[in-house]
């Protein structure tokens, strides 16, 4: 059974950071990519970035690009999201997802309905 569970969510300042991290199980496969979305309150979920576990390539939001880097850890099957520079309009609960049909990163990251597992999220604010 495929598990994916998000941690790493808290409270910080603006301007400071955190670190996410996707941990995805139950299964074996060549290649999968892993989505960060976020979800504010009383809007839609929105995608922030993703990662190929085969090539390591990647794609941001642009709201997000150079102040986030997604990265992998094959062998822990696992995803991580350092956030630095965290402004209040980063608030929201941080899902990730698992897509099995992409292998690589061109352009863009797979689309919100393209992923098959997801996880329960976790929050993170950001205020002073």
């Known amino acids: 059974q495929v598990q994916v569970v998000e941690s790493g969510g808290g409270l910080v300042q603006p301007g400071g950071s955190l670190r996410l991290s996707c941990a995805a199980s139950?299964?074996?496969?060549?290649?999968?990519?892993i989505g960060w979305f976020r979800q504010a309150p009383g809007k839609e979920r929105e995608g922030v970035s993703c990662?190929?576990?085969?090539?390591?390539?990647?794609g941001y939001a642009d709201s997000v690009k150079g102040r986030f880097t997604i990265s992998r850890d094959n062998a822990k099957n696992t995803v991580y999201l350092q956030m630095n520079g965290l402004k209040p309009e980063d608030t929201a609960v941080y899902y990730c997802?698992?897509?099995?049909?992409?292998?690589?990163?061109?352009?863009?990251?797979?689309?919100?309905?393209?992923?098959?597992?997801w996880g329960q999220g976790t929050q993170v604010t950001v205020s002073s």
């Open positions: 990662i190929s576990s085969s090539d390591g390539s990647t």
């Open positions: 139950g299964f074996t496969l060549d290649y999968y990519v």
């Open positions: 997802a698992t897509n099995f049909d992409v292998s690589t990163i061109t352009q863009n990251c797979p689309g919100i309905y393209e992923y098959h597992y």
